[in-house]
């Protein structure tokens, strides 16, 4: 069964840094895609960014570039989201999403989550 656990966030102050991870098991494949999503309180879930080993592509969002970075263990299957400069607009929940049928970034749709982790910008 083919799984990603999420682990980090937490709070912090304006300005500061957190680092999520995402862990993928259960998938065969060497070649995989991790993409990031937020939910902030009362609004539709929004994409982050995006990895994939395999097509060797990153994408992010405009409100997070320069100021995101994803990155990647490809010995373990498990991608980073190195959150700094952090505004009180990023609070939200966090989500990473794979697509089991193809490794491209980003992904037509992702199949599978991660079970969301939340992120608190605050002074």
């Known amino acids: 069964q083919v799984q990603l656990v999420e682990s980090g966030g937490g709070l912090a102050q304006p300005g500061g840094s957190l680092r999520l991870s995402c862990a993928l098991s259960?998938?065969?494949?060497?070649?995989?895609?991790i993409a990031w999503f937020r939910q902030a309180p009362g609004a539709e879930r929004m994409p982050v960014g995006c990895t994939s080993y395999g097509d060797n592509n990153e994408e992010y969002a405009d409100s997070v570039k320069g100021r995101f970075t994803i990155t990647r263990d490809d010995n373990i299957k498990t991608a980073y989201l190195q959150m700094n400069n952090l505004k009180f607009e990023d609070t939200a929940i966090y989500y990473c999403?794979?697509?089991?049928?193809?490794?491209?970034?980003?992904?037509?749709?992702?199949?599978?989550w991660g079970q969301g982790t939340q992120v608190t910008v605050s002074s």
């Open positions: 999403a794979t697509d089991t049928s193809d490794y491209v970034c980003p992904a037509r749709e992702y199949n599978v």
């Open positions: 259960g998938y065969d494949n060497d070649y995989y895609v």
